[in-house]
């Protein structure tokens, strides 16, 4: 994770929201609050990495870096902090991408990869039947990968990580 971010090469990580707003991020050194609290909800529950890790990247690459915002930024995604979201709360990328990018715009400006997807599997190109992805001349696996984790399987693993530390 931290290569891919660390490098801000278009190397795709998973959900199109997710890849959209760390793309957005290294082309223009800033992020829509919304995916902001996506991404870092990815990153911290979905890939139990540390809040800390992704707080340093937005250090880096934000023009707006603030330390108190970003810092509190972090550790409310992160469950951790003052007035956090409830650690049992975990973004699901694919239905905040449905609610918040309806028709695909955000993510077919900085994922151009799936610019010919209809907006019916835009944020999840991998139901897509074969003949859409032929349609949209993409290739899952290549020119845009797979899920690096199943969204039941991250929330599920996160709980149980969170719940190990929260004594619950
Ligand atoms: C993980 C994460 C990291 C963040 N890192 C930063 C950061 O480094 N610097 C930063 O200024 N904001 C940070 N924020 C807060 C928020 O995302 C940005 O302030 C906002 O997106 C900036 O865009 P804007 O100027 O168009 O905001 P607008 O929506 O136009 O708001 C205007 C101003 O109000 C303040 N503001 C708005 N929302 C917030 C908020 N949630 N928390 C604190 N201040 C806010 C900012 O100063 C912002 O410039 C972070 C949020 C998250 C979830």
Redesign the pocket.
């Known amino acids: 994770m931290r290569k891919s971010y660390r490098h801000g090469n278009a190397d795709a990580l998973d959900t199109p929201i997710v890849d959209a707003g760390m793309r957005q991020l290294w082309q223009t050194g800033w992020m829509?609050?919304r995916v902001?609290?996506v991404v870092?909800s990815f990153l911290v529950k979905h890939l139990l990495h540390s809040w800390q890790d992704g707080a340093a990247w937005?250090w880096d690459t934000?023009v707006?870096?603030?330390l108190a915002?970003?810092t509190l930024?972090?550790q409310?995604?992160g469950g951790c902090g003052a007035d956090a979201a409830p650690y049992f709360r975990i973004f699901n990328p694919m239905t905040q991408g449905k609610k918040f990018d309806p028709d695909g715009t955000y993510v077919k400006r900085f994922v151009p990869e799936l610019k010919r997807l209809p907006a019916k599997y835009i944020h999840e190109p991998w139901l897509a039947p074969e003949n859409i992805l032929q349609y949209a001349d993409l290739k899952l696996g290549s020119q845009y990968p797979l899920p690096v984790i199943d969204h039941d399987v991250g929330r599920k693993r996160a709980l149980e990580a969170l719940q190990t530390i929260n004594g619950a």
Do not use: K, P
């Open positions: 829509h609050n902001r609290m870092a937005f934000l707006d870096a603030d915002s970003n930024g972090w409310w995604a």
